[in-house]
């Protein structure tokens, strides 16, 4: 997911920790979506920026991302008291922030990878984050591969398809990135070429074998089983629903058209 500003406003972006020891957050997002959370003397948060829960021990990294929909809120009416894990009232003490689940991070991004990208040290207190951090977390999430498998949405109305979640693994993906590049291997298109500082470290990752097929897990070869396409060519070779073409495939389609 790129990232964008807040009308014209440049969004900022934070990381908020939890102690799984007190706080059972990501169930408590799962379940009721908006949560308040302790604000305390923080006033650099504003609404609309984005907020990146990190977990405690035994987790150790990030588990939720959320928007921040309110600051200073006085009045503690969401009952989120059946996720707490201690006798500590979380409805003391204003002010709160209201935040609403953006996504769930199903591949948790640990400690290790949030210190590769330059955040140090244990995370006890919030922090805010460079933009360009923060388009890295993205990528890392990886909620920009593509799967033609995760959702239909048709005009008028939305139509659910109940399906398998396959995870991706976010070191495949740097040690693709790694190899490959960053130029889509298809038409060779760079997003940071094409966007500055906005399409930075930016590009989709096509599995040669998709991971819906595969009845069990299996060791991806980033080198081999792992490509990477701008968004137009990943979505043209999974075009067609029971035929996924090659990049050497769509590259003969793209030069046959520039002639």
């Not at 003397?41 to 939720?64: F, H, N, S, W």
């Not at 199903?106 to 460079?130: A, F, H, M, T, V």
Request: aromatic letters at 10%; glycine letters at 6%; hydrophobic letters at 35%.
């Amino acid at each position: 997911m790129m990232i964008f500003s807040k009308g014209d406003i440049a969004m900022k972006f934070f990381i908020f920790p939890s102690n799984p020891k007190y706080y059972r957050a990501r169930e408590s997002f799962e379940t009721l979506r908006k949560l308040h959370w302790k604000q305390g003397r923080t006033k650099m948060v504003d609404v609309g920026d984005i907020v990146y829960i990190y977990e405690a021990k035994p987790t150790q990294g990030l588990i939720v991302k959320a928007k921040v929909l309110e600051t200073n809120v006085t009045k503690y009416h969401i009952d989120d008291s059946a996720f707490s894990n201690s006798i500590i009232d979380f409805g003391m003490n204003p002010p709160w922030f209201t935040l609403e689940k953006v996504q769930n991070i199903s591949s948790i991004i640990n400690l290790g990878q949030l210190s590769d990208l330059g955040i140090k040290g244990n995370i006890q207190s919030i922090r805010e984050i460079p933009s360009n951090v923060a388009n890295k977390i993205e990528n890392l999430i990886g909620d920009i591969s593509f799967n033609p498998l995760e959702s239909v949405i048709y005009e008028g109305k939305k139509k659910l398809i109940y399906t398998t979640k396959y995870e991706r693994s976010p070191e495949n993906r740097r040690k693709a990135i790694e190899y490959h590049g960053l130029n889509c291997a298809a038409c060779g298109f760079n997003f940071s070429k094409a966007y500055g500082n906005l399409g930075a470290d930016y590009i989709e990752i096509h599995h040669v074998k998709p991971l819906f097929s595969m009845e069990e897990e299996i060791v991806v070869d980033p080198l081999k089983d792992l490509i990477p396409l701008c968004s137009n060519c990943h979505r043209m070779v999974h075009r067609h629903k029971n035929e996924i073409l090659s990049v050497s495939e769509l590259k003969k389609i793209i030069n046959e058209n520039k002639k």
